[in-house]
């Protein structure tokens, strides 16, 4: 049992992976979004503030904001930038680049 590892672990921990990359590109959306909104509040009047469309339209933004998350995410993934962004942050650290040459030394 201390080996076995769930089928859905890994694939939550890909989906949380994707969400928090996403949320680095969608959080500069969401000052737009907000802006759009307060527009179509404004535009629309009194049909913007009935019960029912405000619902919708805070369910809407919800789950439209997480699923730009999970797609912008899912394509920084994908094209690799987390990859090149790790690799440019341990080629800046002094510290880590001595122990890489260390272990190639060892491994050599």
Not at 85 to 104: F, G, I, T
Request: proline share 2%; no cysteine.
């Amino acid at each position: 049992m201390g080996d076995s590892v769930h089928r859905l672990g890994p694939t939550l921990g890909r989906l949380h992976a994707w969400r928090d990359r996403g949320s680095v590109y969608a959080e500069g959306l969401r000052t737009s979004a907000q802006a759009a909104l307060l527009m179509a509040g404004v535009a629309k009047g009194a049909a913007f503030t009935e019960t029912g469309w405000a619902i919708a339209l805070g369910i809407g933004m919800f789950l439209g904001i997480e699923g730009l998350k999970l797609a912008l995410g899912y394509w920084d993934y994908r094209l690799k930038v987390m990859h090149a962004y790790q690799q440019m942050v341990a080629e800046a650290n002094p510290v880590v680049m001595r122990q890489v040459d260390a272990l190639e030394r060892l491994a050599g």
